[in-house]
């Protein structure tokens, strides 16, 4: 299922996996070379000027999985909150604008892609009204025992491609403005299905499994256990700028 959900691969310049090409993020093919996710994961590479590229195997295997190389690009409104910068007076919490695209050397040729929705279409969709959430994130964690540090719950990434039944909760709440998708069911290590670690920048479908209403972006409890929140694509000023790549 979902053949157009793929993985974002980099290289980190340091760290634990220094030098290796590892997924960092998900995504979604929604034409033959323009790879959609989140602003935070394109943020990151565009910055540090890090290769680039997507993985479209269901189970990325490291040295054998097919790579396609991209260039990344970030909505220029984007906006990640830290200690010396608040996004908007109202929202200072919360990333704005948190979407990016992958524009792909080499064209996929499928016989669908996902599909950015139409205008608006969030506020139709009713509360607790299923959706899918696809990604290569965490699906558990394990209990870290090593050394003299207090237990740590470290994620497991198994780099397959999952999704997730989840419903839709009352995004109407002022803090947040408009700019996001509020979902339950995202409670990894304590039962039930929904998005983590690893997932950021997959997407958010409806019920017809192709449209995108979407990108996965952050959630605000630790170990996934509270609600999922996604930058919404059926807004005019964020879908516009994606529809510029096609």
């Known amino acids: 299922a979902h053949p157009y959900v793929g993985a974002l691969v980099s290289v980190p310049p340091s760290g634990e996996f220094k030098g290796q090409r590892i997924p960092i993020c998900s995504g979604t093919l929604i034409s033959a070379s323009v790879f959609l ?22 189970t990325y295997e490291a040295g054998s999985s097919k790579l396609i190389r991209g260039t990344p690009h970030t909505h220029p409104k984007y906006c990640l909150p830290t200690n010396e910068v608040v996004c908007a007076p109202n929202t200072p919490e919360y990333p704005l604008y948190d979407v990016g695209v992958v524009v792909l050397d080499e064209p996929v040729s499928m016989g669908t892609y996902g599909a950015l929705p ?3 279409v969030v506020d139709t969709l ?10 290569y994130g ?3 964690f394990d209990i870290d025992i090593g050394g003299e540090s207090p237990l740590q ?3 497991v990434l198994p780099e397959d491609r999952y999704r997730a039944t989840v419903r839709l ?9 408009d700019m996001f998708v509020k979902t339950s069911g995202v409670t990894i290590g304590g039962g039930g299905e929904g998005s983590c670690k690893g997932d950021s920048g997959g997407p958010l479908f409806v019920a017809d499994q192709q449209t995108i209403v979407g990108v996965t972006s952050f959630g605000t ?3 996934c256990r509270g609600s999922g929140y996604y930058q919404r694509m059926d807004l005019p000023r964020v879908f516009s700028w994606i529809r510029s790549f096609l």
Not at 42 to 53: G, K, M, Q, R
Not at 126 to 135: A, C, F, S
Not at 169 to 177: I, Q, R, V, Y
């Open 169 to 177: 909760l009352n995004t109407n709440n002022a803090a947040l403005g």
């Open 153 to 155: 719950p470290q994620p």
């Open 221 to 223: 409890v630790p170990l």
């Open 37 to 58: 996710t989140a602003g935070h994961c394109t943020d990151a590479i565009v910055e540090e000027n890090l290769p680039t590229y997507v993985s479209l195997d269901p």
């Open 118 to 120: 139409q205008a608006g």
């Open 126 to 135: 009713d509360e607790g009204q299923r959706l899918t959430v696809v990604g």
């Open 138 to 140: 965490t699906t558990e």
